[in-house]
C-alpha cells in the first residue's frame, strides 16, 4: 500500500512563501511522477505542477515563476517551493503520485490527505 504524507501548509500574507513536502511511505515503489493539485469549494481540481521520473517538470502558467517542484527519488519525496504568494493561490493542495508496486505493477495514481494554504492579509 502507498500513503502519501504531507505537510507545509498554512496561512501566509500576499508575497510570502511557504515549501510543502510529500513523501510517499512505500517500501518498493516505482514513480512515475509526483506533484501537487488544488482545489476551492464548488470548482475544479487543477494541476500545480508535476515532476517526472527523468526530472521533467510541468506547471500551472498561473504559478510560472513562482512555484519550484523538485524530488528526491531514494527517498519518494518531492518537494513545492512557493514564493510571491498570491491571494487566487488560496486553496487545499493535495499531493499526487503516479506509479507502480508489487505484484502486479500496474499504473497507479494516489493522492495525500491534502494541506490548506490560505493567503490573506
Known amino acids: 500500500q502507498v500513503q502519501l504524507v504531507e505537510s507545509g501548509g498554512g496561512l501566509v500574507q500576499p508575497g510570502g512563501s511557504l515549501r510543502l513536502s510529500c513523501v510517499a511511505s512505500a517500501s518498493i515503489l516505482d514513480i512515475n511522477a509526483m506533484g501537487w493539485y488544488r482545489q476551492d469549494p464548488g470548482k475544479q481540481r487543477e494541476l500545480v505542477a508535476l515532476?517526472?521520473?527523468?526530472?521533467?517538470?510541468t506547471y500551472q502558467e498561473s504559478v510560472k515563476g513562482r512555484f519550484t517542484i523538485s524530488s528526491d527519488n531514494a527517498k519518494n519525496t518531492a518537494h513545492l517551493q512557493m514564493n510571491n504568494l498570491k491571494p487566487e493561490d488560496t486553496a487545499v493542495y493535495y499531493c499526487y503520485l503516479a506509479g507502480r508496486t508489487p505484484p502486479t505493477f500496474t499504473l497507479t495514481t494516489y493522492w495525500g490527505q491534502g494541506t490548506q494554504v490560505t493567503v490573506s492579509s
Open positions: 515532476i517526472t521520473h527523468s526530472n521533467m517538470t
